[in-house]
């Protein structure tokens, strides 16, 4: 594999990581360092009945989450508006919540462009709904955030 194609494997594995971090700890007691504890000690490349987890970037992974954290309330104001008036951030599926928190924290971070964050948070929805309905409704929604955070990008 090229180095190239191994960094963008990396740092697509980290956003699912912390999608999957956000989940576990909106649904349990467990801090934010001991959610990145067990994630970056059990998940990045570990094995399992034979298959291997991607390794992830562990500088982004830390990035997604923390920022998550501290700017969840801005994060879930952005959602909320990119959502219909009815349909608020607490009544989405969990796992939806935690994509578009770290989503939202990588579009805040600007570190990669709009475009290639949207991507590749429909595609970790795909990830976690196959079935197709779920990645079109994660794509507006990111849209319209991403308008949001970075409108000088559009």
Same mark, same amino acid.
């Given at each position: 594999?090229?180095?190239?194609?191994?960094?963008?494997?990396?740092?697509?594995?980290?956003?699912?990581?912390?999608?999957?971090? $956000? *989940?576990?700890?909106?649904?349990?007691?467990?801090?934010?360092? /001991?959610? @990145?504890?067990?994630?970056? =000690?059990? !998940?990045?490349?570990?094995?399992?009945?034979?298959?291997?987890?991607?390794?992830?970037?562990?500088? $982004? *992974?830390?990035?997604?989450?923390?920022?998550?954290?501290?700017? /969840?309330? @801005?994060?879930?104001?952005? =959602?909320? !508006?990119?959502?219909?008036?009815?349909?608020?951030?607490?009544?989405?599926?969990?796992?939806?919540?935690?994509?578009?928190?770290?989503?939202?924290?990588?579009?805040?971070?600007?570190?990669?462009?709009?475009?290639?964050?949207?991507?590749?948070?429909?595609?970790?929805?795909?990830?976690?709904?196959?079935?197709?309905?779920?990645?079109?409704?994660?794509?507006?929604?990111?849209?319209?955030?991403?308008?949001?955070?970075?409108?000088?990008?559009?």
């Amino acid at each position: 594999m090229k180095p190239v194609d191994q960094k963008r494997q990396m740092k697509s594995a980290s956003r699912l990581y912390a999608v999957q971090a $956000l *989940f576990q700890m909106e649904h349990s007691a467990l801090t934010i360092d /001991q959610v @990145r504890a067990e994630f970056e =000690t059990h !998940r990045f490349g570990a094995v399992y009945d034979d298959e291997e987890m991607a390794e992830g970037n562990v500088d $982004l *992974f830390r990035a997604l989450l923390e920022t998550a954290v501290e700017f /969840q309330g @801005r994060i879930d104001q952005m =959602t909320d !508006r990119a959502l219909v008036a009815k349909w608020p951030i607490d009544r989405i599926d969990p796992t939806l919540r935690a994509l578009f928190r770290a989503a939202g924290a990588e579009l805040l971070r600007r570190s990669a462009p709009p475009r290639v964050v949207i991507n590749e948070f429909v595609d970790v929805a795909k990830a976690f709904h196959p079935e197709g309905r779920e990645a079109r409704f994660v794509n507006a929604v990111l849209d319209h955030m991403a308008r949001e955070a970075q409108p000088d990008a559009f």
